[in-house]
């Protein structure tokens, strides 16, 4: 089990930038698979973006293309979550997870994370 931590997260007015970090203890992040994914009040928690063990691989949610760019830093075994043209609809609370198993491409399902940060807040103000 890997435990994660997330921060950066905060109020910005539309059109802003936050980075969101992940950081990981307990095991190495370079064996895992790492998502973000954000949940809005009474809505589903849902993909934003997830990245490959070497970070090779991205992908992205349609609604954030574009705007959101997830990279790691596996020696510092952190992940990050840039966000530019920042929305009030991307007003959330993102969560990181760890992907354990061995995949061709990240996976963009929730179900597939095994471990979670315990989230951090993003608003965006209009």
């Known amino acids: 089990q890997v435990q994660l931590v997330e921060s950066g997260g905060g109020l910005?007015?539309?059109?802003?930038?936050?980075?969101?970090s992940c950081a990981a203890s307990g095991r190495m992040l370079s064996g895992y698979f790492m998502g973000w994914f954000r949940q809005a009040p009474g809505k589903e928690r849902e993909f934003v973006a997830a990245i490959s063990r070497r970070g090779?691989?991205?992908?992205?949610?349609?609604?954030?293309?574009g705007r959101f760019t997830i990279s790691r830093d596996n020696a510092k075994n952190t992940v990050y979550l840039q966000m530019n043209s920042l929305k009030p609809e991307d007003t959330a609370v993102y969560y990181c997870a760890a992907d354990s198993n061995a995949k061709v491409v990240p996976s963009i399902t929730l179900h597939d994370y095994d471990d979670?940060?315990?989230?951090?807040?993003?608003?965006?103000?209009?």
């Open 12 to 20: 910005v007015q539309a059109g802003g930038s936050l980075r969101l």
């Open 56 to 65: 090779a691989m991205t992908r992205y949610a349609d609604s954030v293309k």
């Open 116 to 126: 979670w940060g315990q989230g951090a807040q993003v608003t965006v103000s209009s």
